[in-house]
């Protein structure tokens, strides 16, 4: 039997393939099991790689409209004492939550969606919680100087400042509604609290260089 | 706007090539910093997710070559080897921990293999498109992705066979 080279299989996989193609792909590899096996094991990669959790983007347009208006000038780390103690109180996080025992393989089941979580450890949900307090304090700092510039700010500036935090802090109380108890998905919301103080850094950074 | 529709891929693939956080925030930026600069350049609007790709690609071995000089030389990367006796596609979706092992496999692969498949499986670029990103001609983007298939499949099937016993 001849067989359906590999990049029209994985072009079936990615939902590349017009429909009568997609068609004549599949009538095929349900009557050959090497055909099948290779697509069964593109669907099973792209599947792995598609549930993986998607990091925030929107706190990260104000250190590029600052670069952009100022080409020459690297992102400076002026804000590292308040940020200082959240990132290290992340790293502590990080350590407790990484070195819990691995938990043994469960037992197969019959859907992805229905998967064991694993168990709760909690000196990791305990590490989360310092780490995450620590972000939201350090944010504080960085919120008030914001809101101290603010009114001596071109009023335009001001607006899409405050929109792009606006979406940062939505998109990271989502994140976090999300979590709920999963350390793993905890671990990712505390990189968004990261980027987070970073998008104010740019903000309050450029704000006062804004500010005649 | 390009920045909103495209920063989630390039961020995403920036993260799984730095594997840090912090570097692939600022490597997101760096990436549309630089297109930025360089919009006018591209002839073919179809062609813009490739050429930022590429761009993102740049950035990040840039960041790895700094990071590089001070480090110990990286242990070689174990050739793929052929997974017909592995266990099913389907016990790797149903594995707790396939994720991990993913994530842990993906690590493994040197980092233009690394890229070459993610710029296929998880944003959908074509042959032609990763091809131009990465600098390389066609059949080298196909024996990448393979090599980086089988080594992926390799590592999903030693966990499993690792499990099972």
């Known amino acids: 039997m001849t067989h359906v080279p590999q990049e029209e299989l994985e072009s079936l996989a990615l939902g590349e393939l017009p429909r009568d193609s997609a068609a004549q792909v599949e009538a095929h590899a349900a009557a050959c099991p090497q055909c099948a096996r290779e697509l069964s094991w593109l669907r099973a990669e792209q599947t792995l790689l598609a549930s993986r959790p998607r990091a925030g983007t929107a706190h990260l347009w104000a250190g590029i409209a600052a670069r952009l208006r100022h ?11 308040s940020v200082g103690a959240a990132v290290a109180a992340a790293a502590a996080a990080v350590l407790v939550v990484t070195v819990r025992p691995r938990p043994e393989p469960a037992a197969p089941q019959a859907t992805r969606q229905r998967r064991e979580r694993p168990a709760i450890d909690p000196k990791a949900l305990a590490a989360l919680d310092r780490a995450e307090a620590d972000y939201k304090d350090a944010a504080k700092v960085l919120e008030a100087e914001y809101a101290r510039l603010r009114p001596r700010l071109d009023p335009e500036m001001a607006r899409r400042w405050d929109e792009t935090l606006t979406r940062a802090r939505a998109q990271l109380g989502e994140s976090r509604a999300v ?13 968004g609290y990261a980027g987070y103080l970073r998008s104010l850094r740019d903000v309050v950074q450029e704000s006062e260089e804004a500010i005649p | 706007m390009i920045f909103d529709r495209e920063a989630p891929g390039v961020r995403r693939f920036l993260g799984d090539l730095l594997r840090d956080d912090a570097a692939a925030d600022e490597g997101t930026q760096e990436t549309f910093v630089r297109a930025h ?5 591209i002839e073919d609007p179809a062609k813009l997710r490739g050429w930022l790709f590429g761009i993102a690609r740049m950035v990040s071995f840039e960041h790895l070559r700094r990071k590089r000089r001070d480090a110990l030389p990286a242990e070689p990367v174990e050739e793929p080897m052929q997974v017909d006796q592995a266990p099913s596609p389907e016990a790797v979706l149903l594995s707790a921990e396939s994720d991990r092992v993913l994530d842990g496999a993906l ?3 040197a980092e233009e293999r690394r890229a070459a498949l993610l710029m296929r499986i998880d944003h959908g670029l074509g042959y032609g498109a990763i091809a131009a990103a990465m600098g390389w001609p066609l059949q080298k983007v196909k024996n990448e ?11 999903l099937a030693g966990y499993l066979d690792e499990g099972a016993r």
């Open chain 2, 37 to 41: 600069q360089r919009l006018t350049t």
């Open chain 1, 179 to 191: 979590a709920a108890d999963d350390v793993n998905v905890r671990m990712r919301v505390l990189d």
């Open chain 2, 107 to 109: 690590a493994n692969l």
């Open chain 1, 71 to 81: 080409p020459r000038r690297r992102p400076h780390r002026a804000w590292r004492i």
């Open chain 2, 145 to 155: 992705i393979h090599r980086a298939r089988l080594q992926i499949r390799a590592s």
